[in-house]
């Protein structure tokens, strides 16, 4: 160990990137180890190994890419080892990157040792110092994709379900290749590789091999070591009957029946899909005097909801849906539930917060997400904690950057929302400090976006929408930036411009995801989002003006800047059912946007 206090401090407060754990055994030890099981503080079962290892031995395990540890983290080593008697005995060595020793090695390479009954571990890694860790990054680590099974009758909605809630176009169910489904097989996009979904078909009455299938496939899914693995979710759909219809057959029966046995703690919800088809009958076969909705209700509670909880108990979790246009708040709700029980059941938040990283049907679910991320680490630590400890203002504000964007999960191949442009292009406080109070009646958030956008769009003779391309993408933006990061490392005391930044940045991603619906991001769909930004920022900045931000270095200071970060936020926010008729208006699906040059 360093006798530098400052180097010692400065290794503590570092992310250890493990390359390699080593378990060893001392030549004139009578164990034999059978398998190894390596576990961190957040992450339960990181490698199982099955590895024999007899006196004098050695074995290592690596990492690739790097194990990501904290300075607060520590690594579990659980060994099964047999004596020469035949007798089993279990050997549990923890190591706390702040208790053990360290010891540096050639070119920033650091080795943490503990010796226990003549076994040896060695955990090795390199203190990285030149790039900040992503709180998403960790998280995502441990659980890289949110494993989803569906379950239906073909033609019952479950391909248009997936491209609508995690906005993919190439993943096909059995509704597409209808009476076949390989349970096994997994279906993943390119276009959002933090979602993988298996496809069942439904249970016919007298069929009990597909049941059996699935009860397997859950069994060895829940075996599985890695938790990206296991299993996350299961959606049971249900076309809603009509004409005096049946919503259960008897094979669903039998398995809702058995959904607790086939299922164990993996949260259920049941699907009633198509719902736009009863809207349609009731517009047609209304009773007189009826009201359209009180008549709706009635009518699923006597032949969706009452059947559904009479074979399978008051607690089942059901909500009814459609993929068709106009419903999109119907398939917020979906993944809402679905969340909900996943809090119900999944001890481990990363499957909760990958899921929410795969969905792009809910801004609500994205903001509570970045909000909650933030505050678990960077957004309060900027200016007081160890973590940022010898970066510049710029890295701070991209690690923040990142976990931001990781959140929304744009289809972003060429990682344009990454570009150093768009830190910059944010990082505008021209009118902070020398501007008047903010007006108490303003327009909505989805208001002043949207005259944004109206801005940058013409109509052509065609009736179609075609916006004004932005060339260069960002140079005219960024022209008026004044303010280098010198000037706000000077001022870094004031955390209205940290403020600004969050709120802004995360406004901005909203604008993106109205605009993008699911499909590619260029370096010009972030131009346009942020040119349509203009009016809403300067609202949002005269609100972080009014501020006392020196709130931020008093003691308790950071929990009124946190607060007040969340309040503009929510203030600037578009709801869950605004969506679509924002998209409407703004002209998406009808909009051109220009082909990326690069």
């Known amino acids: 160990m ?48 099955q590895k024999v290892i007899r006196a004098g031995g050695m074995h290592r395990v690596e990492f690739d890419p790097p194990l990501l540890l904290d300075p607060d983290d520590h690594v579990s080593v659980s060994l099964s080892c047999s004596l020469r008697m035949r007798k089993r005995v279990d050997v549990a060595i923890n190591i706390n990157l702040r208790d053990v020793e360290c010891m540096r ?55 248009s379900l997936i491209r609508r809630v995690f906005g993919v176009k190439d993943v096909h169910t059995s509704d597409t290749i209808r009476g076949s489904a390989d349970i096994d097989r997994e279906f993943v996009s390119p276009t959002n590789e933090r979602f993988v979904v298996h496809d069942s078909l439904g249970f016919e009455a007298g069929d009990e091999e597909n049941m059996d299938i699935v009860k397997e496939f859950v069994a060895r899914r829940k075996a599985m070591a890695r938790l990206k693995d296991q299993l996350h979710a299961v959606w049971l759909c249900l076309e809603i009957p009509y004409s005096g219809g049946r919503l259960l057959e008897a094979g669903v029966e039998k398995f809702l029946q058995r959904r607790n046995e086939i299922l164990g703690k993996i949260p259920l919800v049941v699907v009633l899909t198509k719902v736009d088809l009863l809207d349609t009958q ?60 996943m809090a119900k059941y999944h001890v481990d938040e990363a499957p909760r917060v990958v899921a929410t990283i795969a969905q792009r049907i809910s801004i609500k679910e994205k903001l509570e997400l ?43 191949p060429d990682e344009c929302l ?28 989805a208001d002043l976006l949207l005259s944004g956008f109206e801005l ?39 955390v209205k411009i ?38 809403p920022r300067k609202i949002v900045h005269l609100m972080v003006d009014a501020f006392d931000g020196k709130l931020g270095v008093l003691p308790g200071g950071w929990d009124h800047v946190l607060e007040k970060i969340e309040a503009l936020i929510w203030r600037h926010s578009i709801a869950d059912h605004e969506i679509e008729e924002l998209r409407w208006k703004i002209g998406v699906g009808r909009v051109v946007l220009p082909s990326d040059s690069s």
Not at 120 to 137: H, K, P, R
Not at 291 to 320: N, Q
Not at 511 to 530: K, M, N, P, Q, W
Request: with cysteine; aromatic share 6%; net charge neutral.
């Open 282 to 341: 009731l517009e047609l076969d209304l009773p007189a005097n009826e009201d359209p909705e009180h008549y709706k209700s009635r009518y699923l509670d006597e032949h969706c909801i009452t059947p559904l909880r009479k074979v399978a108990g008051s607690d089942v979790t059901h909500v009814t849906v459609s993929s068709q246009d106009g419903y999109s708040e119907s398939l917020s709700c979906l993944y809402k539930v679905t969340d909900e029980n």
């Open 418 to 445: 990454l570009d150093d442009n768009i830190t910059e292009a944010l990082l505008r406080i021209d009118n902070l400090g020398d501007t008047p109070s903010a007006q108490s009646n303003i327009a909505s958030f």
């Open 370 to 412: 970045s909000i909650a991320l933030g505050k678990k680490r960077y957004w309060k630590t900027l200016w007081k904690s160890a973590f940022f400890r010898g970066h510049t203002l710029k890295e701070c504000l991209q690690v923040i950057r990142r976990d931001i964007i990781t959140v929304w999960n744009f289809n972003d």
């Open 105 to 159: 090695g050639e070119q920033g390479v650091r080795s943490y040792r503990k010796k226990l009954r003549n076994i040896e571990v060695v955990v090795t890694g390199v203190l990285d110092q030149q790039s900040l860790v992503a709180t998403t990054t960790q998280i995502i680590q441990s659980c890289s994709q949110f494993r989803l099974l569906i379950i239906g009758n073909s033609g019952v909605g479950k391909s």
């Open 498 to 535: 940290l403020m600004a930044y969050i709120v802004d940045l995360i406004c901005v991603m909203q604008a993106i995801f109205l605009i993008a619906s699911g499909d590619r991001v260029t370096s010009e769909t972030a131009a346009l989002a942020v040119r349509a930004y203009e009016k």
């Open 456 to 494: 940058f769009k013409n109509l052509s003779e065609s009736g179609d929408v075609t916006l004004i391309a932005l060339a260069p993408a960002l140079s005219a933006v960024i022209s008026v930036v004044q303010t280098t990061y010198e000037t706000y490392q000077e001022a870094k005391r004031d």
């Open 2 to 49: 360093s006798n530098n206090p400052s180097a010692s401090q400065e290794i503590l407060a570092s992310t250890l990137y493990v390359s390699n754990i080593d378990i060893s055994l001392a030549r004139d030890s009578r164990k034999t180890i059978g398998s190894i099981k390596l576990g961190t503080k957040n992450v339960e079962l990181v490698k199982d190994v």
